[in-house]
């Protein structure tokens, strides 16, 4: 019968079992650590690059804000002067080329359209974190905010511009209307003066002067908030200039 003979198995001692745990502990906790750096890198890269993408946008946006509230500020400007003349004079004693002009920027339309893509992007994925300062991340999303809110403003003004549009046809004559219109598309690409002056003096037959329908109008057009949306156009754009420094920074 065969005996079989076990290796003797040598004992370690508890130094040895110490430094297997000391050396796997070690490796676990720094390749935890190399993962961290790494994913911190790539955070910070892909933070940088949505910063330029952003300011990208964000220099857009600027560019249509400021056209868009010097575009609101004209016909905030033209109603109000409307509205003074009307709250002098009957319509009849106001020379219809002046009814006709200033009454053509009650149906001033326009809104303004955030360019959000990027924005959109980093809020789906959770990638605002990624900027190194938690203020910046704030300051986007209130910019985001204020968005929203314009847009808001510019849905519910959309019902009132369509009305607005409707009793503006039951006074002004189309033809003539839109002889007004082309000298102002005229005089945004050159401005001539003496155009304007023409027609505010010229003399274009309106279809009613009937002081009732002036009031309705004047009541939807006073309706539209042309200052409010001048005022909110404004704390965008210079929040938006705020922004574009503080990501440039980033």
């Known amino acids: 019968m065969e005996v079989h003979h076990h290796p003797k198995v040598e004992k370690k001692n508890f130094k040895e079992y110490f430094l297997e745990f000391l050396m796997i502990f070690l490796a676990v906790t720094l390749g935890f650590i190399a993962e961290n750096i790494r994913e911190k890198i790539t955070e910070h890269h892909r933070a940088k690059i949505y910063a330029a993408e952003m300011v990208n ?3 857009s946006d600027t ?21 003074q003349l009307l709250s002098v004079h009957e319509p009849k004693e106001i020379a219809s080329g002046k ?12 809104s303004f ?24 991340a704030k300051k986007v999303a209130e910019y ?43 005089n945004r690409v050159l401005f001539d003066q003496k155009r304007v002056d023409s027609f505010l003096m010229s003399n274009p037959p309106l279809l009613t002067y009937d ?7 004047e009541e939807l057009v006073r309706s539209r908030f042309f200052n409010r949306k001048v005022d909110r156009a404004d704390t965008l754009y210079h929040h938006a200039v705020a922004l574009i420094s503080d990501l440039k920074k980033e």
């Open 57 to 59: 946008d964000l220099v």
């Open 63 to 83: 560019v249509a804000l400021r056209t868009y509230i010097n575009y609101m500020t004209n016909a905030e400007h033209n109603v109000d002067t409307l509205f």
């Open 99 to 110: 009814l006709y002009w200033y009454g053509l920027f009650g149906a001033a339309g326009g």
């Open 113 to 136: 359209v955030p360019n959000d893509a990027t924005f959109e992007q980093m809020k789906s994925s959770g990638s605002l974190s990624y900027f190194s300062h938690s203020s910046l």
């Open 144 to 186: 985001d905010r204020l968005c929203r809110t314009m847009k808001t403003d510019d849905n519910s003004d959309e019902a009132i511009y369509v009305e607005v549009r409707k009793i503006r046809a039951q006074i002004f004559e189309f033809k003539y209307n839109a002889a007004a219109n082309n000298i102002y598309q005229a």
């Open 211 to 217: 002081k009732t329908i002036f009031n309705v109008y």
